[in-house]
Each structure stands twice: as C-alpha cells, then as structure tokens.
C-alpha cells in the first residue's frame, strides 16, 4: 500500500513538475506572444499525451494487482475449505473413535456384569443346595 501512494505521489509530482518547467521555459524564452502560446499549447498536449500513457500505466497495474489479489484470495479461499474440511473430517472420525471405544467399554461392563450375575447364580444355587445337604443331614 505504501508503494502504491508513493508512485501515485511520484506521477503527480512529475506531471506537474514538467507543466511549470514548460511554462517557466516558454515564458522566458525571446518569443512574440503567439509563438509563445504555440508552445504552451505544444507543451500542454505533449503533457497530456504522458499523462494519457502514464493513466494507461496505472490502469495496467491496477488490473494486473487485482488479477493477483483475486487469485491470491481464491487459493486462501481454497485453502481455508480444505484445511476445514480436514478439519471436520478428523473430528468426525476422532468422534466416531471415541463412540466405538465408549461402546466396547459399556459391552465389556456388560460381559463382566452377566459373567457376575452367573457366578452369583451359581454360588446361590450351590448354597441352597448346601442348605438342603445340611437340613437333610440335620433331619436324620
């Protein structure tokens, strides 16, 4: 940006600076009044020619960093869609991991837990069968 202004200032500077030489040249030179006039109006429309080229310039220039500054806005644009869609695609699978992993643990809670109710069944009904065992043996 500050490149930008100081061409801008630059150009100005030069188009103004070569309007006052012309005229300060031509005022001092040893010419009739219509000789002058004829070269200031030469003078003039030779500063407006460079002034038309150098407005071409700029016009160039400006086209040229705009191209730029939309391509350049294109492929952050790019990028920023495919880092979010890396993004969501490894959150989702973290997530996915993380429901798989909280499923085996609650199916692995699950088997322990039936693998208890089993033995305590068994140990139950071993007791009551001890029971009876002893009652018998009690009763004869």
């Not at 200032?9 to 004829?38: C, H, N, Q, W, Y």
């Not at 080229?53 to 952050?76: F, M, N, P, R, V």
């Not at 007791?127 to 043996?137: N, T």
Request: charged share 40%; net charge negative.
């Amino acid at each position: 940006m500050g490149d930008n202004i100081n061409t801008k200032d630059f150009l100005i500077g030069t188009l103004i600076g070569s309007m006052v030489g012309a005229t300060v040249a031509l005022m001092f030179a040893p010419k009739s009044g219509r000789e002058l006039r004829e070269d200031i109006n030469k003078g003039a429309s030779h500063v407006m020619d460079r002034a038309g080229e150098w407005k071409d310039t700029a016009q160039e220039k400006g086209s040229d960093w705009k191209d730029i500054a939309y391509e350049k806005g294109s492929e952050l644009t790019r990028k920023a869609m495919d880092s979010t869609a890396h993004l969501t695609r490894t959150v989702a699978q973290r997530t996915q991991d993380i429901k798989e992993n909280v499923q085996d643990k609650l199916e692995e809670k699950r088997d322990v837990e039936d693998d208890v109710m089993k033995t305590a069944n068994k140990v139950s009904d071993q007791l009551e069968e001890a029971a009876e065992k002893l009652e018998e043996k009690t009763e004869d």
